[in-house]
């Protein structure tokens, strides 16, 4: 089972909201990853949790805020986001190491308005 | 910024056509994954490669491991609607620091 699940699946917000996304998964991966994709672009790196700790931020800006709670689950808090922030949000997993084969979650479809 | 270069850029196709794809980089790589995207899906998983020279099916693709470590290539054979999508090509660097590095996907359609 290669399942990495993702809620919720469209999400809709202004721009003085808070929500936040959620990602789990049941595979035993002990590494976690956040991407952001915009349309016909590849996903674009923006977390990377090892082992629960957070391991790379790729400069993202702090209205984005990740959270590992356990070792299944993986949590993206958003505040005050942006339109331009408007994108799918995707989830990913590995085995072990950072190196180890990468699978993604159906993502969730952000609007900020 | 990118590293990896993917062509075609994108392919139409009839239904029953064979279809090539390709990555190639300037470094070297000791992953190669491919994955397909549906429109507003989360990219699959179709085939991983580990080793240079690596030649691996699954199914109706076809997708190897260049012996150089700088390039890979994928193709379906006998393409049906369904392969409809966006395929990437993505791997690891050599110190990429869990980083994947992406291809700018390749978009197929397939006309009946």
């Known amino acids: 089972d290669t399942e990495v699940t993702q809620t919720p699946k469209h999400l809709v917000m202004g721009m003085t909201n808070k929500k936040s996304l959620k990602c789990e998964q049941h595979?035993?991966?002990?590494?976690m990853y956040w991407y952001k994709q915009k349309a016909k672009k590849p996903p674009e790196l923006m977390f990377v949790?090892?082992?629960?700790?957070?391991?790379i931020n790729e400069s993202v800006p702090s209205r984005f805020s990740p959270e590992c709670p356990n070792s299944s689950l993986l949590n993206l808090h958003l505040h005050a986001l942006q339109p331009e922030d408007s994108a799918l949000y995707l989830c990913?997993?590995?085995?072990?190491?950072?190196?180890?084969?990468?699978?993604f979650g159906p993502g969730t479809r952000l609007t900020v308005l | 910024g990118q590293q990896l270069n993917q062509s075609p850029q994108s392919m139409f196709i009839q239904e029953g056509e064979d279809v090539s794809m390709n990555c190639t980089s300037s470094?070297?790589?000791?992953?190669w994954l491919w994955y397909k995207q549906d429109p507003g899906e989360g990219p699959v998983l179709l085939i991983a490669?580990?080793?240079?020279?690596e030649l691996t099916s699954n199914g109706r693709l076809t997708a190897q491991f260049g012996i150089t470590r700088k390039d890979s290539f994928l193709n379906i054979s006998a393409s049906i609607p369904s392969d409809v999508g966006i395929y990437f090509c993505?791997?690891?660097?050599?110190?990429?620091?869990?980083?994947?590095?992406f291809g700018a996907g390749t978009q197929v359609v397939v006309t009946p």
């Open positions: 595979m035993g991966h002990r590494a």
């Open positions: 949790y090892s082992y629960e700790k957070l391991s």
């Open positions: 993505a791997g690891h660097l050599t110190d990429s620091w869990g980083k994947l590095q």
């Open positions: 990913a997993s590995s085995r072990k190491t950072l190196t180890d084969t990468q699978y």
């Open positions: 470094s070297i790589f000791n992953t």
């Open positions: 490669l580990y080793k240079a020279g």
